[in-house]
């Protein structure tokens, strides 16, 4: 999977863009790809989860 040069993948900006996490999910990942998405950490050791939480996004908790 593609990361930036802060190790964060396509899931981290998503969530950080308050972009609909319902919507570019189900066209973009499959279920596998989002949690292998979901499980990584950026160089600063922050997991796609601690950007949805300080953002308020608890929808991507139902994905």
């Known amino acids: ?3 930036d040069e802060t190790d964060q ?3 981290h900006f998503i969530i950080m863009q308050n972009l609909p996490i319902d919507t570019i999910g189900n066209i973009l990942f499959t279920r596998e790809n989002y949690r292998q998405l979901f ?8 997991y796609p989860i601690h950007f949805a ?3 308020g996004q608890v929808n ?4």
């Open 53 to 55: 939480s300080r953002e």
């Open 39 to 46: 499980d990584q950490r950026d160089k600063d050791g922050f």
């Open 1 to 3: 999977m593609y990361r």
């Open 9 to 11: 993948n396509l899931l």
């Open 60 to 63: 991507v908790l139902k994905t």
